[in-house]
């Protein structure tokens, strides 16, 4: 939050007059027009940029004042020139007769600034390509003409150019750039800038010799330059091939999208040279020069590329030179993917580079973040390479979730290739689905970071072989978040929390009698079996971890994985009949986190009417199961909102119009263990630590009573009976099993609504148990009643004039 100073401030420029504003305008145009700019005017731009930034509404400033700032853009002061910049960027689009992009604006403003606000401010394509125009224009003049103080930064604006409007290039600009990059990339100087000395006793400006540039191990560079190479100073087309490499991907990816014209200049490019040729002369870089630009650049990139692999097998001697080679490793191999999507002959060139890449970084995790982009190689080219890509994936879906969960960019980059390829890798990968334990790890270690990934990605996990497993794992999340905090601690100082918490823990799982709970979470591969005997050990042993902060925010996100998951299940009534019996187990079976476990009690609740609904026939297959979790009279009070919905199901598809084989026996059955559960929990105060039963338990109990009874005529003596005694003992004063008296009187009306219902059992089972075409009346459909006229009238009604 803001200070009460700031807070003060920002009022303020949000409700100045615009008198004052005027007045303001005034006192800051006759500053700008003075030579010298004190502190006063420093001031009053400050003010300026907090008066058009904190306005909802953006502000339209005077001609003259929009002049003034435009030429301190050129100012030697960089207070200045950010500011003036600030402030444009927030004004309104600028007309074309004040932002008029001629060479004398171009060489007296800062690009630099421009670039922060000229691709907001164009008005239109036009704008835009009529800057591309003049920044291009200075690219085609030679280096002997003199360096250009702002050529180093074309590239970049070009670059934020593209992001805005890929097509604003014509086909002769991208033909230009397309060459240029090519001269930048494989022909700046080898020599290093700057007036680089040979050392000697007897150095002078004469007697200087051009020093080589050298690699990132110091030995003497003996091919072209490249961003790893290093030197005591570099020419400005050195500077040129560092950006031309920063921007090669954006290109490569963006030119294809320029204007129409440009493919039918393609086409013309590659009439000039016979198909044949283009293959045997793509085979070799000697002759690239006979190839159109945008094939010859692709050519160019390709040893680039192929350069900087060979440089990143040197050893550096700075720790930073080492990242360097790593982030080069991935720019590079992304641009081989790329050069190969478009020019698949290239493929068979670039793929044993690849490997024998991956073959050196394999084995060493500091190098887990090329692996990715290696991955994604394979998974474009691999198949049309026909290569092995088993150990490709067993290292990216084994080794590395297992060992690096904890790695955040890792992690990120990682989900990213899974989202951005999901089609191909569930078509290509079969490791992939078996790797969800694996790939879990990430989940439970950083929940909030990553669940949106897990949102996308969980649907394509479900499948019938894995669907129980995969709901196994989701409830043992938290468990999963715990244990992987021990391992940690466990491989490196044994970190005990505050007053000893935490030791019990650490001893717990280096204990070789428990050792197998904790391995099973942490297992790499499904089918090792759905889940362990004992668990409720498990959740005994991992109780004092439940406040753990990643255990909580891991518990936080389960409950909306498991309504994905359970919108995912579209499988056979076996699966589905096993997943309700998982279901009625796992409900005692959590982390004992209380918020966790009334948020998964409830969304089982919730997904178990959605599964019975759709196939009704679950009730009587499973029956048995549910009727010995209905029976049990402590899930009333442990796990309350599950057991009202089994109770319901119970009383609403347990009939014969749901399914033929439901029997008189069977409702009978059902009907005597949900009569006792409602007696006993009725005739007496709930045992110690318990508090009483929620209403719409009982009357959930009652409701199902009444429906089977409905259905079985020889048991509606017996709910009358029961409906009667409570009416009874509720009339004649406070009752033990309700505390509220509010409660009571809503049990007891809904009692005598059942019991007056059962008087007349045709009409009970009318409305307790009504036929299809009542629950879905399609009434304004039928034509032979009255209703269907009655709807046209008052349409036409309401919608005439």
């Known amino acids: 939050m803001y200070s009460h100073a700031s807070e003060s401030f920002i009022k303020q420029a949000r409700e100045i007059p615009e008198p004052e504003l005027q007045k303001f305008y005034s006192k800051l145009l006759k500053l700008l027009q003075g030579k010298d700019f004190g502190h006063e005017t420093l001031d009053s731009l400050q003010r300026l940029y907090l008066i058009l930034s904190v306005n909802k509404y953006t502000k339209l400033l005077p001609p003259e004042l929009q002049k003034k700032l435009l030429s301190l853009l050129s100012s030697p002061v960089e207070q200045l020139q950010v500011l003036s910049s600030a402030v444009l960027r927030e004004t309104l689009p600028l007309s074309g007769q004040e932002l008029s992009y001629n060479q004398e604006n171009i060489s007296q403003c800062s690009i630099k600034l421009n670039l922060l606000f000229v691709p907001e401010q164009a008005e239109s394509k036009a704008d835009l390509s009529s800057l591309c125009t003049l920044l291009l224009r200075g690219l085609e003049g030679r280096p002997s003409e003199g360096p250009s103080p702002s050529l180093m930064l074309t590239l970049p604006i070009i670059n934020t150019i593209l992001t805005h409007s890929p097509d604003c290039l014509t086909e002769d600009q991208v033909t230009l750039l397309s060459k240029k990059l090519v001269d930048w990339l494989r022909y700046a100087s080898i020599v290093q800038g700057g007036g680089a000395s040979s050392g000697g006793f007897f150095t002078g400006p004469r007697s200087r010799q051009p020093v080589p540039i050298a690699e990132l191990d110091g030995t003497v560079s003996g091919d072209f330059f490249t961003v790893l190479c290093v030197g005591q100073g570099f020419t400005e087309d050195q500077?040129?091939?560092?950006?031309?490499?920063?921007?090669?991907?954006?290109?490569?990816?963006t030119y294809h999208s320029v204007s129409s014209g440009n493919l039918m200049s393609d086409a013309d490019d590659r009439s000039e040279v016979d198909g044949s040729v283009v293959s045997m002369v793509s085979a070799t870089s000697s002759s690239s020069r006979l190839l159109p630009p945008k094939e010859r650049l692709r050519e160019k990139a390709f040893q680039y590329c192929q350069r900087l692999i060979e440089q990143?097998?040197?050893?550096?001697?700075?720790?930073?030179?080492t990242e360097l080679q790593k982030a080069c490793l991935v720019e590079a191999v992304c641009i081989l993917d790329c050069v190969c999507v478009e020019d698949a002959s290239l493929v068979y060139r670039t793929f044993p580079c690849i490997k024998a890449l991956f073959g050196r970084l394999s084995s060493d995790l500091s190098f887990a973040r090329v692996l990715i982009p290696i991955a994604q190689f394979y998974l474009n080219h691999g198949e049309m390479a026909a290569v092995d890509c088993d150990g490709v994936w067993m290292l990216v879906f084994g080794r590395y979730p297992g060992e690096l969960f904890n790695d955040p960019f890792l992690a990120h980059e990682f989900l990213r290739f899974l989202r951005l390829n999901l089609d191909s890798v569930q078509l290509r990968v079969p490791q992939y689905i078996r790797s969800f334990p694996n790939l879990l790890k990430f989940l439970a270690w950083d929940s909030p970071a990553v669940v949106d990934d897990f949102v996308d990605l969980l649907p394509s996990l479900v499948t019938p072989g894995t669907a129980v497993e995969l709901l196994h794992s989701l409830l043992d999340l938290p468990c999963l978040t715990a244990t992987l905090v021990l391992q940690l601690r466990s491989v490196s100082l044994p970190i005990a929390e505050p007053s000893g918490r935490g030791v019990r823990l650490q001893d717990a799982f280096r204990n070789p009698s428990l050792r197998g709970l904790f391995l099973f979470l942490l297992r790499g591969e499904a089918g090792s079996g759905d889940t362990i005997d004992r668990l409720s050990t498990l959740h005994e042993l991992l109780a004092e971890a439940a406040d753990w902060p990643r255990v909580v925010h891991c518990a936080q996100v389960v409950p909306v994985l498991?309504?994905?998951?359970?919108?995912?299940?579209?499988?056979d009534e076996k699966l589905l009949a096993h997943l309700i019996l998982v279901m009625l187990e796992r409900s005692s079976l959590l982390l004992k986190i209380p918020t966790y476990i009334r948020e998964i009690h409830r969304v089982f609740s919730c997904h178990l009417l959605r599964l019975c609904k759709r196939r009704p026939s679950l009730v009587v297959d499973q029956s048995h199961e549910l009727l010995e979790f209905a029976g049990a009279t402590a899930n009333v009070y442990s796990k309350e909102e599950i057991f009202t919905h089994v109770v319901w199901v119970l009383g609403e598809y347990l009939s014969v119009s749901c399914d033929s084989r439901c029997s008189v026996s069977l409702?009978?059955?059902?009907?005597?263990?949900?009569?006792?559960?409602?007696?006993?929990?009725?005739?007496?105060?709930?045992?110690?630590?318990?508090?009483?039963?929620?209403?719409?338990?009982?009357?959930?109990?009652?409701?199902?009573?009444?429906?089977?009874?409905?259905?079985?005529?020889?048991?509606?003596?017996?709910?009358?009976?029961?409906l009667s005694k409570l009416r009874t003992a509720a009339r004649s004063g406070s009752v033990a099993w309700c505390a509220d008296e509010e409660d009571l009187v809503s049990v007891v009306t809904r009692g005598e609504e059942l019991w007056s219902l059962l008087k007349a059992p045709g009409v009970a089972q009318s409305v307790?148990?009504?036929?299809?075409?009542?629950?879905?009346?399609?009434?304004?459909?039928?034509?032979?009643?009255a209703s269907p006229l009655q709807l046209r009238a008052l349409t036409s009604l309401t919608h005439s004039q």
């Open 239 to 253: 500077w040129m091939n560092v950006y031309s490499f920063s921007m090669l991907r954006h290109w490569l990816l």
């Open 312 to 321: 990143s097998d040197r050893k550096a001697h700075k720790r930073t030179d």
């Open 562 to 571: 498991l309504h994905i998951y359970f919108h995912r299940v579209m499988a």
């Open 667 to 722: 409702i009978t059955s059902c009907f005597e263990a949900l009569e006792a559960v409602l007696f006993e929990i009725t005739s007496s105060a709930p045992s110690p630590g318990n508090i009483c039963p929620a209403p719409k338990v009982i009357t959930t109990l009652m409701s199902a009573l009444a429906k089977l009874a409905s259905r079985s005529h020889d048991l509606i003596p017996r709910v009358s009976l029961f």
């Open 768 to 785: 307790l148990t009504p036929p299809a075409h009542i629950n879905a009346p399609q009434w304004h459909r039928d034509t032979n009643v």
